[in-house]
């Protein structure tokens, strides 16, 4: 490698820039060590919860609920799913899950098509009394359920859809619909108004904007909307109790119904193994599309 000399009553000029960091330094070490803490917190229920589901009952009379099992056994698994008794059913989670999927699904794809178009149409075209309409939205996001669940009872009895699964849907929407709709209008606001103007000189309509402009940039919110409402709708217990029947009971329902069963004796792996079973369809969405969550929820929730 070359050496340079600087000339004589020449200053050299030394390295720019910041200092670099220790790895080791307090702020990293206070910052790291708080994550590390508040992760254990986390995963430690989560632990104790998969090392109990995989150990015989004998195992667990031992009381050590932190060590791991000596000898795995699926068994409480396959119980719980198939033969856990809920009342007079003992055919376990099975019939919940499909119930939950049956109200999840449609309840997710009608809220979202609607809240989207509601967001779109509050923020790119100003009709007469949209302040209105966006008032009383944002006053229905936060109204308690439990005020509303005697009115929308008698609704839905004189509808004829009290204690079915359809019932239940139309109540997942209505109100998914306040804080979905805030969602999408904010989104939607903060892109570029442009792109508007610019389809609107060239002639296109409310729909043609809205399909080919709109959905196109709007996957990270949707997929923000969709991790909302699968996570609230297929963890709801309260409107799954009361709206609806034993046979249609979604798997919130029927994992509590197990759980505080007092028939027999208390199988605490078998109850172990049905909250994981009931938790896992969120976790699974959340944790293939977490990213774009995070995405959404930066771009939706600040703008507008």
């Known amino acids: ?66 060590a791991p099992p000596l000898e795995i056994t699926f068994e409480p698994w396959v119980k719980a799913w198939a033969e856990a008794c809920t009342g007079l059913n003992c055919d376990g989670l099975s019939r919940g899950f499909w119930n939950s999927v049956r109200i999840t699904v449609p309840s997710v794809i009608i809220s979202i098509a609607v809240a989207s178009v509601n967001g779109y149409a509050l923020a790119n075209w100003r009709f007469k009394g949209a302040d209105l309409f966006f008032t009383i939205l944002i006053v229905g996001a936060f109204i308690p359920y439990q005020v509303m669940i005697y009115p929308i009872v008698i609704l839905l009895r004189e509808m004829g859809v009290y204690g079915t699964l359809t019932g239940l849907v139309i109540v997942h929407t209505i109100f998914g619909m306040p804080i979905l709709t805030l969602l999408f209008r904010n989104y939607f606001a903060g892109l570029p108004e442009e792109l508007f103007k610019a389809a609107r000189v060239d002639g296109a309509g409310f729909w043609t904007i809205y399909f080919k402009i709109m959905l196109p940039m709007s996957l990270p919110i949707f997929v923000v909307a969709m991790i909302l409402q699968v996570t609230g709708i297929w963890n709801d217990f309260l409107f799954g109790v009361v709206f609806t029947r034993p046979e249609y009971y979604p798997m919130t329902v029927q994992l509590n119904n197990i759980v505080n069963s007092v028939q027999g004796v208390k199988e605490y792996n078998v109850n172990m193994a049905a909250t994981i079973l009931t938790g896992a369809v969120p976790l699974v969405v959340y944790f293939v599309s977490g990213r774009l969550f995070v995405r959404g929820i930066a771009a939706g929730a600040v703008k507008g």
């Open 1 to 66: 490698m070359a050496e340079y000399e600087a000339a004589p009553g020449r200053i050299t000029a030394g390295p720019s820039g910041r200092k670099p960091r220790r790895k080791l330094s307090r702020r990293n070490i206070i910052v790291y060590g708080t994550l590390i803490v508040v992760a254990l917190y986390y995963l430690l229920p989560l632990y104790v919860m998969i090392m109990t589901s995989l150990k015989g009952m004998p195992e667990i009379r031992v009381g050590n609920i932190f």
